[in-house]
């Protein structure tokens, strides 16, 4: 559907995205998973054609996807990272100028406006001020400002930043709902429970580059280890800790735990065989997968909350 190929942005001298490709299938519910300067906003504003790429190009259904295209406008809904709606005019009113943008109007529209306040939870707040909406309402009158036109791709930057765990839910579910009737979206974040939770398929962004591309189980075996185990740095488990750089990477947490990520050759059988040996019971130890941040780590050398 979405085809990025050696898409590259610079601002002056810095180099924002580098050699980007990526295509999006019809239906997907894309991540683009990246930390503060990753090239997310740059990626998703060069899709929505509110800027131009200095070489590469960007197709949508083959057709190439240049700035101010009248096709990529009314196919795509750009959510901004940034809340652009006007504060002093209230919900009901904002969606209408929206509307009217994509050319909607009349009963279209006033059903529209219904069915989209409703969707969010909006309806009883539709007649106040938008500045007197908590930054959770604000955040959902946003997101259905870029659906009234029914695009076939939805654009996500960031949605959720500032937004309270129940609003985040609702979003996602909404967001999720969105999506099994058909609508394509690509959802930027740098929140890797987002990811995990809401998307089929993952980008992991880092200075402008993709690192790693694939489902979230296909992007974890791209790591050395299977599963790492956390047990307490204490006096009883000092001889087993002493024993397993050997076998493994050893790690110690702030909160006083040991980390520790066997060698591709390293059984866990054999690591609670060795446990044992020091008389350490089971319930010590805490087995876990591993997640898109160790993930990051491995791939980056960062953090994706540097
Ligand atoms: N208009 C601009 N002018 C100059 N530099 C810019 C501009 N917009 C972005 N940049 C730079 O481009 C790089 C990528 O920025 P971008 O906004 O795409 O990152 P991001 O992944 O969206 O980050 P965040 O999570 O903070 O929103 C950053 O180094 C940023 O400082
Ligand atoms: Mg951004």
Same mark, same amino acid.
């Given at each position: 559907?979405?085809? &990025?190929?050696?898409?590259?942005? !610079?601002?002056?001298?810095?180099? @924002? $995205?580098?050699? +980007?490709? #990526?295509?999006?299938? %019809?239906?997907?519910?894309?991540?683009?998973?990246?930390?503060?300067?990753?090239?997310?906003?740059?990626?998703?504003?060069?899709?929505?054609?509110?800027?131009?790429?200095?070489?590469?190009?960007?197709?949508?259904?083959?057709?190439?996807?240049?700035?101010?295209?009248?096709?990529?406008?009314?196919?795509?809904?750009?959510?901004?990272?940034?809340?652009?709606?006007?504060?002093?005019?209230?919900?009901?009113?904002?969606?209408?100028?929206?509307?009217?943008?994509?050319? &909607?109007?009349?009963?279209?529209? !006033?059903?529209?406006?219904?069915? @989209? $306040?409703?969707? +969010?939870? #909006?309806?009883?707040? %539709?007649?106040?001020?938008?500045?007197?909406?908590?930054?959770?309402?604000?955040?959902?009158?946003?997101?259905?400002?870029?659906?009234?036109?029914?695009?076939?791709?939805?654009?996500?930057?960031?949605?959720?930043?500032?937004?309270?765990?129940?609003?985040?839910?609702?979003?996602?579910?909404?967001?999720?709902?969105?999506?099994?009737?058909?609508?394509?979206?690509?959802?930027?974040?740098?929140?890797?429970?987002?990811?995990?939770?809401?998307?089929?398929?993952?980008?992991?962004?880092?200075?402008?580059?993709?690192?790693?591309?694939?489902?979230?189980?296909?992007?974890?075996?791209?790591?050395?280890?299977?599963?790492?185990?956390?047990?307490?740095?204490?006096?009883?488990?000092?001889?087993?800790?002493?024993?397993?750089?050997?076998?493994?990477?050893?790690?110690?947490?702030?909160?006083?735990?040991?980390?520790?990520?066997?060698?591709?050759?390293?059984?866990?059988?054999?690591?609670?065989?060795?446990?044992?040996?020091?008389?350490?019971?089971?319930?010590?130890?805490?087995?876990?997968?591993?997640?898109?941040?160790?993930?990051?780590?491995?791939?980056?050398?960062?953090?994706?909350?540097?």
């Amino acid at each position: 559907m979405l085809s &990025l190929a050696s898409v590259t942005k !610079r601002y002056g001298s810095l180099t @924002a $995205l580098a050699g +980007v490709s #990526l295509n999006i299938e %019809r239906g997907e519910f894309f991540g683009l998973l990246g930390p503060n300067g990753a090239g997310k906003s740059t990626t998703m504003s060069l899709i929505a054609g509110l800027r131009a790429p200095d070489t590469g190009t960007l197709t949508l259904d083959g057709q190439p996807l240049n700035a101010g295209s009248a096709v990529a406008r009314l196919s795509l809904g750009l959510v901004p990272q940034h809340i652009a709606l006007y504060s002093e005019l209230n919900a009901d009113e904002n969606l209408r100028i929206f509307g009217s943008l994509y050319g &909607l109007s009349g009963s279209d529209l !006033r059903a529209r406006i219904d069915a @989209a $306040l409703e969707a +969010v939870q #909006l309806t009883d707040r %539709r007649r106040d001020a938008v500045k007197t909406f908590s930054g959770g309402m604000q955040r959902r009158l946003n997101l259905v400002a870029a659906l009234l036109h029914r695009p076939k791709l939805l654009l996500c930057d960031e949605p959720t930043v500032g937004v309270d765990p129940q609003s985040r839910n609702a979003i996602f579910e909404y967001l999720e709902q969105l999506n099994r009737d058909g609508l394509t979206i690509i959802y930027s974040t740098h929140y890797m429970e987002e990811a995990t939770r809401l998307c089929s398929r993952i980008g992991i962004i880092d200075h402008g580059k993709l690192h790693a591309l694939g489902t979230l189980d296909e992007l974890l075996t791209k790591l050395p280890f299977e599963e790492e185990i956390r047990f307490p740095a204490t006096p009883a488990t000092a001889a087993l800790a002493a024993q397993l750089p050997a076998h493994g990477e050893l790690t110690t947490t702030t909160d006083g735990l040991h980390r520790f990520r066997p060698h591709p050759a390293t059984k866990l059988s054999s690591f609670f065989s060795l446990a044992e040996s020091h008389a350490l019971p089971g319930r010590l130890f805490t087995s876990q997968r591993p997640t898109l941040e160790a993930l990051f780590l491995h791939l980056t050398g960062r953090t994706l909350r540097e």
